[in-house]
């Protein structure tokens, strides 16, 4: 969703019109903390942005399903030995379980998680 807000297209590139796209929970928690932690000259415009995003794009919630799906990433990711960041098993696990896939332009997060798909935007020069 960072891709979305600049102007470099890059999402566009990616995601279609005929793209049935969602967003998780945690991904809108993560927009409104932007909100709460832009400064006084962006702050209008950014509250702006995640205000339409999440007017405009459905969000997955974090129901019984999702935590079970997220059980079974952390239990994977502790027994391989390759911790990741909270927020990003929170995305995966929703994105697995409701069969999505997941736009995102760095996929350290989720490189290697069994069921999780990936679509890998343009890297910004």
């Known amino acids: 969703m960072i891709a979305a807000e600049r102007p470099s297209g890059a999402l566009d590139e990616v995601v279609g019109d005929e793209d049935d796209v969602a967003i998780a929970a945690i991904t809108a928690a993560e927009l ?26 459905p969000i997955e919630p974090y129901d019984l399903e999702v935590a079970r799906g997220h059980a079974e990433l952390l239990a994977h990711v502790r027994t391989v030995g390759r911790p990741r960041g909270a927020h990003d098993l929170l995305i995966a696990a929703t994105a697995r379980i409701r069969t999505r896939t997941i736009v995102t ?21």
Not at 35 to 50: C, E, I, N, T
């Open 105 to 125: 332009a760095d996929t350290t997060g989720f490189d290697d998680l069994p069921g999780v798909s990936l679509r890998l935007l343009p890297t910004q020069p």
């Open 32 to 57: 409104i903390v932007g909100v709460h932690l832009a400064d006084h000259r962006h702050k209008a415009a950014r509250s702006a942005f995640v205000d339409r995003v999440l007017s405009t794009i």
